[in-house]
T-cell receptor, first 116, second 112 residues
Framework: AQTVTQSQPEMSVQEAETVTLSCTYD???????LFWYKQPPSRQMILVIR??????QNATENRFSVNFQKAAKSFSLKISDSQLGDAAMYFC?????????????FGKGTKLTVNP | GAVVSQHPSRVICKSGTSVKIECRSL??????MFWYRQFPKQSLMLMAT?????????EQGVEKDKFLINHASLTLSTLTVTSAHPEDSSFYIC????????FGPGTRLTVL
């Protein structure tokens, strides 16, 4: 079974600085998706970024980018120019593309604090 | 991204009563929806997979008679917590989508 590990329960960053959140996963599959979701205090889960495993190019969405290392099974999220609104729980998630289940496998999350 | 609505956002009920939570996909058709439970400061825990026109698939340890799921149309899935007890108090979230899963805003259930 696939597993997702987020080794940093909490992280903090100064406003306007850059922070990187770590995520590693374990799978025997070759085709899958990886996601970062943000959950602010409102508790609404918001998609931050998605990466298809077959794509070598790292996904980018404005100030958010990933470092996808397929061989190392690593999928870190970099937040540049951090803003107060980035403060939230961040969850890394895995989803197979090989048919069958559409379930997401979540990590335990990283709580990000942004200091003014 | 796709939009998922969830209603109610908050509900308080007495022990022994049943509570229904609705999850709607507003701009896409969902043959599958997922129901999660989230305890404070924890990750989402998948409870069940709702399948349109067929029975839901429950995760191990989830009581199917307590958490009734109905997926009667391609845009609506419901979770009914039957004979609710204080230990059922939690935050419930639904999600749906094909390649990417999008989530409703959640329902905070408090059982007195």
């Amino acid at each position: 079974a696939q597993t997702v590990t987020q080794s940093q329960p909490e992280m903090s960053v100064q406003e306007a600085e850059t922070v990187t959140l770590s995520c590693t996963y374990d799978t025997s599959e070759s085709d899958y998706y990886l996601f970062w979701y943000k959950q602010p205090p409102s508790r609404q889960m918001i998609l931050v970024i998605r990466q298809e495993a077959y794509k070598q190019q790292n996904a980018t969405e404005n100030r958010f980018s990933v470092n996808f290392q397929k061989a190392a099974k690593s999928f870190s999220l970099k937040i540049s120019d951090s803003q107060l609104g980035d403060a939230a729980m961040y969850f890394c998630a895995y989803k197979t593309r090989q048919g069958g289940s559409e379930k997401l496998v979540f990590g335990k999350g990283t709580k990000l604090t942004v200091n003014p | 991204g796709a939009v998922v609505s969830q209603h109610p956002s908050r509900v308080i009920c007495k022990s022994g009563t049943s509570v229904k939570i609705e999850c709607r996909s507003l701009d896409f058709q969902a043959t599958t929806m997922f129901w999660y439970r989230q305890f404070p400061k924890q990750s989402l825990m998948l409870m069940a997979t709702s399948n349109e026109g067929s029975k839901a698939t429950y995760e191990q340890g989830v009581e199917k008679d307590k958490f009734l799921i109905n997926h009667a149309s391609l845009t609506l899935s419901t979770l009914t917590v039957t004979s609710a007890h204080p230990e059922d108090s939690s935050f419930y979230i639904c999600g749906g989508g094909t390649d990417t899963q999008y989530f409703g805003p959640g329902t905070r259930l408090t059982v007195l």
